[in-house]
C-alpha cells in the first residue's frame, strides 16, 4: 500500500525465527485483481515449465484509481483476507482480532490467532509507520502498532509456512477507509520492519517458483482485469517487450526497495530540468515529490492556477478549469518513455476545500532528500516486472499505455 517511513521503530523481545516455506507449486501463478468500480530486452522469456496463472485483483477507486488489493490466506485452517501488494514495504501486516476499539483496523476483518493451529507468537513488539497512505491526499505518518508471530501465509495456492507477520493491535484511522485489510510487502529484506524474509522471497529460496520475478498489471477501474503474477509473467497483457529501466543500485540496496534513475520529467514536450531518482512502488495511488518546490517545477508548465493549498504537499487547481486543462507528463527512464496522460492530472474533489480538485503529484517528499515515489498514476499504463535476484524493473506497454 504505501511507501514504508524511514523513522521506523522496532521493539525486539526475542530472536525472529526464520521464515521457511513449503513449495506447494511451482511455475508462474497469477493472482487476478478483481476490479469494484527494439530496446534492450528484460530475460524473462521462458520462465518456467507451465503457462502462467494468475491472482485476479480488485480496484478501491475514489475519485481516482487509489490501490489494487487480491486475496491471501492466513493459518491453519485458512482465514481469508484481501491484502494490498506492496512493492514499497516488505513485511505482512495485518489486524488481530486483539485490536478492538481502533476504527483504523476494526473496520477490516481481522486475523483470530485462537483459530489457527500454526500460529506461533514470537513474544516481539512492532511500531511501523507509513509516509504514504492509501489515498491520495498528504497526511502525516500512519502508524501501526502490533505484535510479530509466525504462521501459514498463502497466495493463490503458493504457501509459506512460519512466515513472520505483524498483527497489529492499534491502527491509525488512516487505514479505516481502505477496502483492504491488510499489507503484503513485496520489497527486499532490508525494507522489512521485522527483520523477517519477505513471503516472495522465501517462495524463490525454497524453489516455489520457478523464476524470480513477479508481474504487476494494474489497470484502470473501466478496464478492470489486473492481477499479480508470482514466479513470472503474463505476456497476454503486454503490447511491447519488456524494458528494464536504469536502477540506482545504491539506494535500491540501501533502503531495500526498487529504486530507479530517470532522466528528465517534460510537461507537453517541454523540459522541467528535473533529473532524479524514483521508488516505484505499487502501494502509492499517485506521485510524490521529494518537496513542494520540485512539485511545482512541474505544475508551473501546467497551469498558473495550481497552487499549493496543504503544506504537506497537497495541490490543487479549480474544479471548472480541470477539463481545460491539458498535461502529458513524459518520465524518461533510459530508453524507455514513461507517459502519463492528460486524464490523471486531478485525482477528483480535494476533501475540505469546495471547488477544489487535487492534483496528481503531491510535495513534502519522504524524508530521503532528491528522492521520488512514483505510483498507481504511472504503473497503471504499464505492465511492470520486478525480478528480485537481479534487483532490476523492467516495463512494457499495455493496450492502456497512452500514445
Known amino acids: 500500500m504505501e511507501f514504508v517511513s524511514l523513522a521506523l521503530t522496532f521493539s525486539a523481545l526475542v530472536n525472529i525465527a526464520v521464515a521457511a516455506s513449503i513449495p506447494a507449486r511451482r511455475g508462474p501463478v497469477v493472482v487476478s485483481l478483481t476490479a469494484r468500480r527494439s530496446p534492450p530486452r528484460a530475460s524473462f522469456g521462458k520462465l518456467g515449465k507451465r503457462a502462467a496463472s494468475s491472482e485476479p485483483l480488485g480496484d478501491w477507486f475514489n475519485g481516482t484509481d487509489l490501490q489494487w488489493f487480491g486475496q491471501v490466506q492466513i493459518g491453519t485452517p485458512p482465514q481469508n483476507f484481501t491484502s494490498e501488494f506492496d512493492t514499497g514495504s516488505s513485511d505482512v501486516l495485518f489486524p488481530s482480532t486483539n485490536c478492538t476499539s481502533d476504527p483504523g483496523c476494526t473496520a477490516h476483518k481481522r486475523f483470530d490467532p485462537t483459530k489457527s493451529s500454526t500460529f506461533k507468537t514470537a513474544n516481539q513488539a512492532f511500531r511501523i509507520d507509513f509516509a504514504t497512505g492509501g489515498g491520495v491526499a498528504p497526511s502525516d505518518n500512519e502508524t501501526a502498532l502490533g505484535i510479530i508471530a509466525n504462521d501459514t501465509v498463502a497466495i493463490a495456492g503458493l504457501a509459506v509456512a512460519n512466515q513472520v507477520i505483524g498483527l497489529t493491535y492499534s491502527q491509525t ?73 536504469p536502477m540506482n543500485t545504491t539506494q535500491t540496496q540501501e533502503i531495500g526497495l526498487f529504486v530507479i534513475n ?79 496522460p492528460p486524464q490523471e492530472l486531478s485525482v477528483g474533489p480535494y476533501p475540505g476545500k469546495p471547488g477544489l480538485c487535487q492534483t496528481f503529484i503531491n510535495g513534502g517528499g519522504v524524508g530521503i532528500p532528491g528522492l521520488w515515489v512514483i505510483g498507481g498514476t504511472m504503473l497503471k499504463y504499464y505492465y511492470s516486472a520486478w525480478d528480485v535476484s537481479k534487483q532490476e524493473l523492467s516495463l512494457a506497454t499495455t493496450m492502456q499505455t497512452a500514445p
Open 173 to 245: 484511522p488512516g487505514f479505516g477507509p481502505e477496502t483492504f485489510d491488510g499489507i503484503l510487502g513485496l520489497g527486499f529484506g532490508l525494507a522489512s520492519t521485522t527483520g523477517a524474509k519477505p513471503f516472495f522471497q522465501s517462495l524463490v529460496d525454497n524453489k516455489a517458483v520457478d523464476a524470480p520475478v513477479y508481474g504487476l498489471y494494474f489497470s484502470p477501474l473501466k478496464v478492470g482485469n489486473a492481477e499479480l503474477t508470482l514466479g513470472g509473467v503474463d505476456s497476454a497483457k503486454m503490447t511491447s517487450a519488456l524494458v528494464p529501466i
Open 262 to 340: 530517470f532522466s528528465g520529467i517534460a510537461v507537453n514536450k517541454k523540459a522541467t530540468g528535473i533529473a532524479s531518482s524514483a521508488v516505484i512502488d505499487s502501494g502509492t495511488s499517485n506521485v510524490v515529490a521529494p518537496s513542494n518546490d520540485d512539485a511545482m517545477a512541474v505544475y508551473k508548465l501546467i497551469s498558473p492556477n495550481i497552487k499549493l493549498v496543504d503544506p504537506l504537499g497537497g495541490f490543487a487547481i479549480p474544479c471548472d478549469e480541470v477539463n481545460n486543462t491539458s498535461a502529458t507528463i513524459d518520465i524518461t527512464m533510459g530508453t524507455l518513455r514513461v507517459r502519463i
